[in-house]
């Protein structure tokens, strides 16, 4: 069994900073890419950041610059340090990742999400 555990969300003021993390956990063989999602109230679920096994990193346009992805490959664990955020990066934030379990083939795994909500 495997899962993914989001953690680090909350209320933040506009122009503060927050620290996601999502750690994996259970039968691990490998982990692949590990992406961090989002999805606002009434809107599509959106790709936020992605960083690959050899910590190749890419952003939406929306968040380049003020937030950065990373991992740490012996805790099975990704991060997203958010800093200037702004009221519109209020959103329900998810993290996956291409993951293989021992045992089985790689497959995409999601956590259950965090609340990070920005507002005075």
């Known amino acids: 069994q495997v899962q993914l555990v989001e953690s680090g969300g909350g209320l933040v003021q506009p122009g503060g900073s927050l620290r996601l993390s999502c750690a994996a956990s259970?039968?691990?063989?490998?982990?692949?890419?590990m992406r961090w999602y989002r999805q606002a109230p009434g809107k599509e679920r959106e790709l936020v950041a992605l960083?690959?096994?050899?910590?190749?990193?890419n952003y939406a346009d929306s968040v380049k610059g003020r937030f950065t992805i990373s991992r740490d490959n012996a805790k099975n664990t990704v991060y997203l340090q958010m800093n200037s955020l702004k009221p519109e990066d209020t959103a329900v934030y998810y993290c996956?990742?291409?993951?293989?379990?021992?045992?089985?083939?790689?497959?995409?795994?999601w956590g259950q999400g965090t609340q990070v909500t920005v507002s005075s």
């Open positions: 996956n990742a291409d993951l293989t379990a021992w045992g089985t083939s790689q497959r995409l795994h």
């Open positions: 259970g039968s691990i063989f490998s982990i692949n890419a």
């Open positions: 960083i690959t096994s050899g910590r190749n990193t």
